[in-house]
């Protein structure tokens, strides 16, 4: 079946210009979760959606990041005002579920966008 | 003490050796562990859930060790291909619902 996907899979802009990513998780996985992978470093968590439940915010690390999730599929990552720290691999992953010992709770990641501030 | 710890490496082994890592986790009420694999520039690909003891699947056996908080994962007969980052990853029930990742392994397998 289709895995989950994200567009663009890269995206060049220039500093100060606003970027919205997008994420279509799998189909029928209720959670949906944002990370940022600079080069040579591990994930770093941003957002995370569950069902209808409002999203953990706690990762983002300012308020020029902000993201939806529309009709609990696809979702947008909005950086605003871009800046060159900016630049990483944003990963979007979805699991069908959040019970930790479940099975439920397994992660698949999409191929990420590869952003790009100058 | 960091949530989820690994060893980030990086472990550089002849073909066919057998390799292990550890992962040490800090949360006793962790309930579900996992292992990704990461290759260069591209996204972490699921290898092995462990939701018991530890399972095996080819050359691959994951161990979990309650007692200590830690999982392990076994390589046995590396190839040239299993050279990657591996992650693993650690979630709790009742917690943020956020899974926990380490930093990574990186293993370079060499002729």
């Known amino acids: 079946g289709a895995g989950v996907s994200q567009s663009p899979s890269n995206k060049v802009t220039e500093k100060g210009k606003d970027v919205e990513l997008r994420c279509d998780p799998i189909s029928g996985h209720t959670a949906l979760y944002w990370y940022r992978q600079s080069l040579g470093q591990g994930l770093e968590f941003l957002i995370y959606f569950q069902g209808n439940s409002a999203p953990d915010k706690s990762g983002l690390p300012s308020d020029r990041f902000s993201a939806e999730r529309t009709g609990g599929s696809v979702s947008t990552l909005t950086i605003q005002r871009t800046q060159q720290e900016d630049s990483a691999v944003y990963l979007c992953?979805?699991?069908f579920g959040i019970g930790a010992g479940t099975g439920t709770d397994t992660q698949y990641f999409g191929p990420g966008t590869r952003l790009t501030v100058l | 003490r960091k949530e989820v710890e690994q060893d980030p490496g990086p472990f550089n082994v002849p073909e066919g050796a057998t390799v292990a890592f550890n992962c040490t986790y800090s949360n006793s009420a962790s309930q579900s562990f996992f292992w990704y694999r990461q290759d260069c520039r591209k996204e972490p690909k699921l290898l092995m859930s462990v939701y018991s003891s530890g399972n095996e699947d080819g050359r691959f056996t994951a161990q979990l060790n309650r007692a200590s908080q830690y999982i392990s994962l076994l390589i046995r007969d590396s190839k040239l291909s299993d050279s990657a980052t591996y992650l693993c990853?650690?979630?709790?029930?009742?917690?943020?619902?956020?899974?926990?990742f380490g930093r990574g392994t990186s293993l370079i397998v060499h002729p």
């Open positions: 990853v650690v979630n709790h029930p009742g917690g943020s619902y956020i899974p926990t």
């Open positions: 992953a979805s699991s």
